[in-house]
Every structure is written in structure tokens, then in C-alpha cells.
T-cell receptor
């Protein structure tokens, strides 16, 4: 049973393209997140949604747009991809949006922009 | 603004050794602190979450401590095994459920 799943696992694309990464959680959680881990392995939050509403939006280029069709899904759409977007993107979920909620992470999507 | 630092950046030990990983954070007004494990090519696995009201949290051979006043947490691994080899990440909240991660400690346990 996969708690938090992401597709695809690997994504290689050309600069300027538009791509999406999908995330699904089957834990019944209310809150979902997107994190970016760069080449230096720093993991930083990008977005957080609670019950389909945006609650955290870090300083991320507006080329990145999260979309939450329902509580169990949070997809990440990226327009006009740039070389610097190459990273591993992790989706996560937690029961609530409180600071006592453990976050559960997906396996990551390695994005390579050529 | 919360900043999280982990020391050492990398650690190589022989099997069976007890070891300590260190994490420090700048904003001590935290409700909890979380330790994660990351295996190559895989996601993060939550190991331990310590609430601010707790001093320690234990899971098997892992013991995590939290000292808010000094802005420090340690992860103690007893009787290390090759299967413990991974990157260990510490994360402290900045506000709400926004986690700020350290750069991690890469652990290698040699058999």
C-alpha cells in the first residue's frame, strides 16, 4: 500500500516546455505539500494546501502552479521550464495543518531540464 | 526566521558503534522537532517527532532528545548496522506546519 505516490518518478525535458507532476495520498489526510530538493540536497517547502485551499506559498516563481482537484491530490504544473528547475520534487501529506502533525513523504520526482 | 544546522555533514563508522547526530535550530519557540531518514532515490521516512513538552522520544535503537532552551536536538543510534546507512534530516517548524530542514548528515555504517 503506497501512502503518498508521485508520477512520474523521472522526468527529462527540454527548456521552455510545460510539465506536470502528480501526487496522490490514500491516507485520508487534509493537508498536502510540495517540496524542492536542489543539487546541494537542501529541502525547501514550496506550497501547502489544506482541504484544497492554499495555506503556504513560498517565494516560488509563478511558473509553478499547484492544483488540488480534491483532498487526495495535489499536482504541480510548471510552465516554461528552466535549467534551474532541475531538482527532486517531493510531495507530502499530513493529517492536519497544525504544527503537531507528522508529514509523510512520497518517493520524489527527479526533474532534469536540458 | 528558522534556520537548521546539522553536524557532522558526513559520518562513517564501523558496524556496532553507537553514534550521535546533532541538530541545532535558531528559533526555539517550536512546538516539535522531527527527524527523517532519506535513502538514495527514495522519499523521506519520518523516524521520530518530539513534542516540545517531551525531552526524549525513543523508537527501537533510535533515541532523539530535544533541548529547546539551547536550540539543540540529538539523534542517538545504538549498535549501528549497515542498514542504517542513509541521510538523516532534522526539521523544525517555522510557523504553522512549515518545516525548515537541515542539510542532513550522510551516515555510512561499514560491515
Amino acid at each position: 500500500d503506497t501512502a503518498v505516490s508521485q508520477t512520474p518518478k523521472y522526468l527529462v525535458t527540454q527548456m521552455g516546455n510545460d510539465k506536470s507532476i502528480k501526487c496522490e495520498q490514500n491516507l485520508g489526510h487534509d493537508t498536502m505539500y510540495w517540496y524542492k530538493q536542489d543539487s546541494k540536497k537542501f529541502l525547501k517547502i514550496m506550497f501547502s494546501y489544506n482541504n484544497k485551499e492554499l495555506i503556504i506559498n513560498e517565494t516560488v516563481p509563478n511558473r509553478f502552479s499547484p492544483k488540488s482537484p480534491d483532498k487526495a491530490h495535489l499536482n504541480l504544473h510548471i510552465n516554461s521550464l528552466e535549467l534551474g528547475d532541475s531538482a527532486v520534487y517531493f510531495c507530502a501529506s499530513s493529517q492536519g495543518s497544525g504544527n503537531t502533525d507528522t508529514q509523510y513523504f512520497g518517493p520524489g520526482t527527479r526533474l532534469t531540464v536540458l | 526566521k528558522q534556520e537548521v544546522t546539522q553536524i557532522p555533514a558526513a559520518l562513517s563508522v564501523p558496524e556496532g558503534e553507537n553514534l550521535v547526530l546533532n541538530c541545532s535550530f535558531t528559533d526555539s519557540a517550536i512546538y516539535n522537532l522531527q527527524w527523517f531518514r532519506q535513502d538514495p532515490g527514495k522519499g523521506l521516512t519520518s523516524l521520530l517527532l518530539i513534542q516540545s513538552s517531551q525531552r526524549e522520544q525513543t523508537s527501537g535503537r533510535l533515541n532523539a532528545s530535544l533541548d529547546k532552551s539551547s536550540g539543540r536536538s540529538t539523534l542517538y543510534i545504538a549498535a549501528s548496522q549497515p542498514g542504517d546507512s542513509a541521510t538523516y534530516l532534522c526539521a523544525a517548524p517555522e510557523y504553522g506546519n512549515k518545516l525548515v530542514f537541515g542539510a542532513g548528515t550522510i551516515l555510512r555504517v561499514k560491515s
